[in-house]
């Protein structure tokens, strides 16, 4: 394996990454691609290969062009693995932003892009469509569909996909990331936990006794993983939000043997469909919390009626591990804390100064910080209840933690600081209960106790009632930290000169509802002072 030459990162604006390839080589002038030429089983060895290196800093994507076993396969297939990984800067890419993009910056910028929804554009061609199989040409165990875990109860595609299926009711198209495990030549099932859209739709129409037409790309620009993860209104479709991202409509194309509009620039597609009441057994799989998820249970089978693919084309593949090596982890905490932090403005709550889904958080699941400058009584406690429920937060999180505007949401050691200094938890820790969790939640047991959670409210942040007279935190001034950034490098220091969100220096003073203001001030007004 040839380590990847790191390079400066350009500034300069180019257009809409197009498709994977054109990621692909972006990536690879950032030094951020290993390309693998000697031949690697997709049994255990490339999800071992990608746990391995997602542990590194940095940490590369890794396209195998050589895949053991398949040599003679028709599809001539690659995979690609750590696509994003813990990569900020390849996330930043992703997403249309430089990838010198500080953290916060970058969950600030697509937050405001997610305010932008644009329709998609209908095109007559697809890449895709170079090569087509139906009937009993279709052969998908020739394809190198990898078995991820030991312990998995199959070999799994569309861990990094894009699933499309339509509303029976609404007619809209839901564009979501799940899993598909490898069944039969012509079979693959697809798992959904509860409350997902695509289980929405099949349960629907098995009510209504209708088949339900579905298709997925395995091979995908990367921000539709980014995308298809997260949840929307159920009535907006993700080709909206792509678009919105992207800064253009995205191209779909009209399937063959179903009705559905498909990424025009994926690398391989497969269309479908899953009978009224069609289930097989499905699992155990390696999932996000880095544990196995729930034992062999049915699922939905989708029957495949189509496969189409690029020459040569790229398999998109996503592990699920333990936090740095969950594939999920980095891209999923920056639009999840961005999907939060808009529902919040949505919702009219002043003063959040960011919102941070950590990584190590189970996938970027588990927790929730706010940074918030506190204006009113009880400001911190309805930023938390609220954060808990939106629907940008609400699953599966069991953490959410208040901090104050000094404190920076991505920076953990400020965070369990301000925790342990701020939060007093008999008065700064309240619980939700009978809250949306998933079967893959390895602390609720028996099992069937596991699609409802529980939700810890941690308010961290200084005690609103006594802001006037809380004791005050040790500082520099603004003047000195610009002195020593100044010298850094004259003095041999190593690294860059951290960044730091709170100073000693003149500051406006809003006295509020409560206490600490002096004779003839009225509550609100503000004065300048030095703090002290």
């Not at 969950?326 to 920056?334: D, V, Y």
């Not at 069937?448 to 802001?467: D, F, M, T, V, W």
Request: hydrophobic letters at 35%; aromatic letters at 8%; glycine letters at 8%.
């Amino acid at each position: 394996m040839a380590k990847p030459e790191r390079r400066e990162t350009s500034n300069a604006k180019k257009g809409p990454i197009q498709d994977l390839r054109e990621w692909l080589q972006r990536v690879e002038e950032m030094g951020d691609l290993v390309r693998v030429t000697d031949a690697v089983s997709c049994e255990e060895e490339m999800s071992a290969i990608s746990y391995l290196v997602a542990k590194q800093n940095p940490s590369p994507a890794i396209l195998f062009d050589n895949i053991k076993g398949y040599e003679k396969s028709p599809f001539k297939a690659r995979s690609l693995w750590n696509i994003l990984g813990p990569s900020i800067p390849r996330i930043a890419l992703t997403m249309e932003e430089p990838p010198d993009t500080p953290t916060v910056g970058l969950i600030r910028r697509v937050k405001d892009k997610l305010k932008a929804r644009t329709l998609p554009r209908e095109v007559s061609q697809a890449g895709f469509y170079e090569n087509t199989l139906t009937g009993d040409k279709i052969d998908l165990t020739q394809l190198p569909i990898p078995k991820h875990w030991p312990l998995d109860g199959g070999r799994y595609a569309g861990t990094a996909d894009a699933v499309i299926t339509r509303d029976p009711d609404s007619g809209y198209l839901n564009v979501g990331t799940y899993r598909m495990m490898l069944q039969g030549k012509k079979e693959v099932g697809l798992y959904l936990s509860p409350g997902k859209d695509a289980r929405l739709h099949i349960t629907r129409s098995w009510q209504m006794g209708k088949p339900v037409q579905v298709a997925a790309a395995w091979g995908i620009d990367p921000l539709f993983m980014v995308v298809g993860s997260q949840t929307f209104p159920k009535n907006v479709s993700e080709y909206e939000f792509l678009g919105g991202i992207k800064g253009e409509p995205i191209p779909v194309v009209k399937g063959k043997t179903t009705d559905l509009l498909l990424p025009a620039n994926a690398e391989f597609v497969i269309e479908g469909i899953i009978k009224p009441n069609s289930v097989r057994s499905e699992g155990p799989f390696g999932e996000f919390p880095g544990y196995y998820g729930r034992p062999e249970a049915g699922c939905p089978l989708v029957e495949v009626t189509a496969v189409h693919y690029r020459n040569n084309p790229i398999l998109t593949n996503a592990l699920m591990a333990d936090y740095p090596s969950n594939e999920q982890s980095g891209f999923f905490s920056i639009i999840r804390s961005a999907r939060i932090w808009d529902d919040l403005d949505k919702l009219g709550v002043p003063g959040v100064q960011g919102v941070y889904a950590h990584p190590a958080g189970a996938g970027g699941f588990g927790m929730t910080i706010i940074s918030l400058e506190q204006r009113y009584a009880g400001h911190a406690a309805q930023a938390l209840a609220l954060a808990a429920q939106v629907p940008g937060g609400a699953y599966y999180t069991k953490w959410i933690i208040a901090v104050d505007e000094d404190i920076d949401p991505t920076d953990m050691d400020q965070v369990i600081w301000a925790m342990s200094s701020r939060s007093n938890p008999i008065d700064d820790v309240d619980i939700l209960r009978n809250t949306w969790s998933t079967w893959l939640d390895p602390t609720q047991n028996p099992p069937e106790k596991r699609p409802y959670g529980s939700k810890a409210l941690i308010n961290a942040c200084k005690e609103h009632r006594h802001l006037p007279v809380f004791s005050k935190r040790t500082a520099l001034r603004k003047e000195m930290y610009d002195k020593v950034a100044g010298e850094w490098k004259k003095l041999g220091l190593p690294g860059q000169i951290p960044t730091v969100r709170a100073f000693e220096e003149e500051k406006k003073v809003v006295y509020h509802e409560v206490g600490g203001f002096e004779p003839g001030k009225q509550p609100g007004e503000e004065r300048s002072e030095k703090k002290k």
